[in-house]
């Protein structure tokens, strides 16, 4: 048992990670459950604590639906979403990750679809090393391919990006978009697994 947690359901379809508390309040502002429909929305306001962690473990082994992280394009935004999925460099504990998170975004690989050129910032030299060792504690190739990506790059955007044009396009465009390919693909996958 976890913070009064046993045996308990929910008709949310997926989990929702967002970095930033200015982002979840956002989405809320932009109907979310009625675009999106029923799914549990979660932020850790940063860099997630402990509590956060191990609440999302516990939703995720329970409830048994997909968790999807959405991140600022940058150095800050991958290493919290690798902390949600492997853990802190000096904290491994299998109650605290979510092995099965999956990136939603916004990806450094699609920076030049969803961010014009003078809303990306360059990724700064401190920030560089930071993808070293990154890069090294990642254990997944799509999520290296995305650090390669701003390695390469050197171009980085925030999640905020997505809302200076159209004040409803992040949920009701990228995320809907984004979630639907997503729910899509772990339901071929969930599905070709049952049939094997």
Same mark, same amino acid.
């Given at each position: 048992?976890?913070?009064?947690?046993?045996?308990?359901?929910?008709? *949310?379809?997926?989990?929702?990670?967002?970095?930033?508390? *200015?982002?979840?309040?956002?989405?809320?502002?932009?109907?979310?459950?009625?675009?999106?429909? /029923?799914?549990?929305?979660?932020?850790?306001?940063?860099? /997630? &604590?402990?509590? @956060?962690?191990?609440m999302l473990h516990k939703?995720?082994?329970?409830?048994?639906? /997909?968790?999807?992280?959405?991140?600022?394009?940058?150095?800050?935004?991958?290493?919290?979403?690798?902390?949600?999925?492997?853990?802190?460099?000096?904290?491994?504990?299998?109650?605290? @990750?979510? +092995?099965?998170?999956?990136?939603?975004?916004?990806?450094? +690989?699609?920076?030049?679809?969803?961010?014009?050129?003078?809303?990306?910032?360059?990724? $700064?030299?401190?920030?560089?090393?930071?993808? &070293?060792?990154?890069?090294?504690?990642?254990?997944?190739?799509?999520?290296?391919?995305?650090?390669?990506?701003?390695?390469?790059?050197?171009?980085?955007?925030?999640?905020?990006?997505?809302?200076?044009? $159209?004040?409803?396009?992040?949920?009701?465009?990228?995320?809907? +978009?984004?979630? +639907?390919?997503?729910?899509?693909?772990? @339901?071929?996958? $969930?599905?070709?697994?049952?049939?094997?």
């Open positions: 048992m976890f913070l009064g947690f046993h045996n308990f359901e929910s008709e *949310a379809k997926f989990i929702l990670v967002v970095e930033k508390d *200015a982002v979840f309040k956002k989405i809320m502002e932009e109907n979310c459950f009625e675009v999106l429909g /029923p799914f549990i929305l979660v932020t850790g306001k940063g860099y /997630p &604590d402990y509590a @956060t962690r191990r939703l995720w082994v329970n409830l048994k639906i /997909p968790v999807f992280i959405l991140v600022d394009a940058d150095p800050h935004g991958l290493t919290i979403a690798a902390t949600y999925r492997w853990g802190t460099k000096d904290l491994v504990d299998p109650e605290m @990750t979510i +092995s099965g998170i999956q990136l939603l975004g916004v990806l450094p +690989s699609e920076l030049s679809l969803v961010a014009a050129t003078k809303q990306r910032m360059e990724v $700064s030299g401190t920030e560089m090393k930071r993808l &070293d060792s990154l890069e090294k504690r990642m254990h997944d190739e799509t999520w290296k391919e995305e650090v390669r990506q701003l390695r390469e790059t050197r171009q980085k955007a925030e999640i905020e990006t997505l809302t200076l044009d $159209s004040p409803n396009y992040l949920t009701h465009v990228y995320l809907s +978009s984004k979630i +639907s390919k997503l729910m899509a693909s772990t @339901t071929m996958q $969930s599905f070709h697994l049952e049939n094997i």
